[in-house]
């Protein structure tokens, strides 16, 4: 038996405490005595799921199980590295000073190339790059944002997404996406047996989804889905099998 698994950081079992032998793909296929064929990934999107079920031969498979992820990511293809990349858009607080009650707020696109770990975290501030000299931020976070040795290419790239997203996007283009992908998933495994899934932040799913779960309420966040939150989720996928 071999089981098919996308989505997000949630489903590929990422954590800042590298519990990627928790993850509740890794359970199921444990309880099944199932091969796992995981495609999750960081900052994954819904448009890059479908993708990865067009470009596979779905007879290989016994189950899938999707997870979607939230509506307003997407990915594009780098035509000179010649590989896909995911693009999130983040909100961000951070206290001006150490123990300061006023936060300093930021918004910044997260980039990722498929298939790589490896998140890049970009924002602009005044019109340029920021720079969080001002601002109490740990040294972990400062290194995660790479906000002074970029290229003009990628600054102009940068410039254009947090346009897009400050501007351009609307949650309401967002529902009718989600819509899109979940009516393509659901055509594209018509004849196979699978669950699609939601574990929402902020929004509230637009789609009936087989199983859902809320940030708060089910879990504290991507990061910290702890073990019992992954046996949990393996615990409902066996009831609806």
Not at 49 to 75: A, C, G, P, W, Y
Request: with cysteine; charged share 30%.
């Amino acid at each position: 038996m071999k089981i098919y698994f996308d989505g997000c950081a949630k489903t590929g079992g990422f954590s800042r405490t590298g519990r990627v032998d928790k993850r509740y793909p890794k359970l199921l296929c444990e309880k099944l005595g199932a091969e796992e064929y995981n495609l999750a990934q960081r900052n994954g999107n819904n448009k890059r799921i479908v993708r990865n079920l067009l470009e596979h031969n779905l007879s290989d498979f016994d189950l899938f199980v999707i997870q979607m992820t939230k509506r307003n990511r997407f990915e594009y293809y780098d035509r000179e590295d010649r590989s896909w990349i995911s693009v999130g858009y983040i909100w961000r607080e951070f206290p001006k000073v150490l123990g300061d009650s006023e936060l300093f707020q930021i918004d910044y696109v997260a980039m990722k190339k498929d298939k790589d770990n490896l998140i890049d975290y970009h924002t602009i501030w005044q019109g340029d790059v920021i720079s969080l000299n001002d601002v109490h931020v740990s040294q972990r976070h400062k290194e995660r944002y790479k906000i002074n040795k970029v290229s003009d290419k990628k600054r102009e790239m940068i410039e254009y997404y947090l346009h897009y997203f400050r501007k351009v996007y609307t949650d309401e283009q967002g529902k009718i996406d989600e819509q899109m992908y979940f009516l393509t998933m659901k055509n594209i495994l018509m004849n196979h047996k699978h669950i699609i899934m939601y574990m929402h932040s902020d929004k509230e799913v637009n789609v009936p989804v087989d199983l859902l779960y809320k940030k708060g309420k089910d879990y504290v966040s991507g990061w910290y889905m702890g073990t019992d939150t992954h046996q949990i989720i393996m615990n409902d996928i066996l009831k609806l099998l």
